[in-house]
């Protein structure tokens, strides 16, 4: 039994069964035994590998995006560089090299990075040593700097913890995770015994009963804090992740572990959970907010969009004897049999503001 377990299983004999949004954040960010506290979990020797670890392109055009976009806002003096969830910042290397073709962007740009894990954090300012502008961390959007801001996440919604719903005779039952009868090292799901009566499951479709649906309530914190903002200064905020277009009925908790797919219950903080993020709830959550949001796009349009395939063709002119891997990476990053399709970009801003480049017609 891993040592988070027998905390976990402490915890539920103490406060009994733990919603899947509680589990989820022991797994992921216990302190002391949690999976992103403990690691590096990226790349090919670790547990899973993100699309600015596949290729540098990606980053690029996200450096493109934010340049074209501090143009789109008037070039401010100061533009905040706000990144979630950087993992080991290469994506933000990538950027700020791409970025390099607009030298008062560089000279306008500041970092902020919001990374819950000190391992982590340490990784990103080894990648930043020599970042072209000044890079700092701050806990959470709410302490980040004020002022003009790009806000970017990859891969980084996915891992906020979700609440999942069950619905019987007619009504929701919030999912929880309880021990297991049969087995007082074990752990398995449950449901509430009493329904679940709140307004913010109100989206979900119509369901059968047995039907699952999830529910992430970070996504409100995150459109509540952009609108907090726009009042008093320009932001466009884009994020890059896997899930559906519109809100849908099923699980989709998941675990990995060294590329592989393990159960979500049996070995907690040893593995990634992470879940689909749903790009339809956080669409009408942004407009609720009064933002001008854009509809969701596979990353394969967005990044083609921001002319991908014309930067690789020019990375293989470069290094022609490189040009079949980059051929591998564009691929990978857009064919809709890998991250093309299952990806997608959402991104929200101030009205008034150009169209959202990548995005928007
Ligand atoms: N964006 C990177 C890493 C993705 S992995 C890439 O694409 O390669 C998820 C990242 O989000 C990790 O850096 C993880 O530590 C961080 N993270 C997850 N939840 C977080 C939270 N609530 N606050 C801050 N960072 C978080």
Redesign the pocket.
């Known amino acids: 039994m891993t040592p988070l377990k027998q905390r976990i299983i402490t915890r539920i004999q103490a406060e009994g069964p733990m919603s899947v949004a509680a589990y989820m954040a022991a797994c ?1 960010f216990d302190p002391t035994h949690g999976f ?1 506290p403990t690691r590096d979990p ?1 790349g090919a020797e670790g547990d899973f590998i ?4 596949i290729s540098q392109m990606f980053g690029e055009m996200i450096g493109l995006w934010c340049v074209q976009s501090w143009m789109d806002m008037g070039q401010p003096q100061t533009i905040n560089l706000i990144e ?5 910042g ?2 933000m290397n990538d950027i700020l090299r791409a970025a390099r073709i607009a030298p008062k962007f560089i000279k306008a740009a500041r970092v902020t990075l ?4 000190a391992a ?1 954090q340490a990784v990103q300012g080894q990648t930043l040593a020599n970042s072209p502008c000044p890079v700092t961390w701050a806990d959470g959007l709410e302490k980040s700097p004020r002022g003009a801001a790009l806000i970017i996440g ?3 919604l996915d ?2 913890p979700i609440r999942q719903f069950v619905r019987k005779n007619g009504a929701w039952h919030e999912r929880l995770i309880n021990i297991d009868p049969d087995d007082e090292t074990g752990l398995i799901f449950g449901l509430s015994e009493l329904p679940y009566a709140h307004d913010d499951v109100a989206h979900f479709p119509q369901s059968e009963d047995g039907a699952l649906c999830e529910l992430c309530p970070a996504l409100a914190q995150i459109t509540d804090h952009v609108k907090l903002r726009v009042g008093e200064s320009a932001v466009r905020a884009l994020f890059i992740d896997y899930g559906p277009a519109q809100t849908q009925i099923g699980d989709t908790l998941q675990a990995i572990k060294r590329h592989t797919k393990v159960d979500p219950l049996s070995e907690p903080g040893e593995a990634d959970l992470t879940a689909r993020v749903d790009f339809g709830h956080l669409f009408e959550l942004a407009a609720a907010a009064k933002l001008h949001v854009a509809h969701a796009v596979t990353q394969a349009h967005f990044l083609t969009a921001m002319g991908i395939e014309m930067r690789a063709l020019n990375l293989s002119k470069a290094k022609p004897e490189a040009a079949p891997k980059i051929a591998r990476q564009l691929a990978r990053l857009t064919d809709s049999d890998q991250m093309g399709t299952l990806f997608k970009a959402i991104a929200f801003q101030n009205y008034g503001l150009p169209p959202i480049v990548g995005l928007e017609p």
Request: hydrophobic share 45%; charged share 15%; aromatic share 8%.
């Open positions: 992921l992103y990226l993100t699309a600015p670890e979630l969830g950087p993992g080991r290469v994506m919001i990374e819950a894990s982590l990859n891969e980084f891992c906020l």
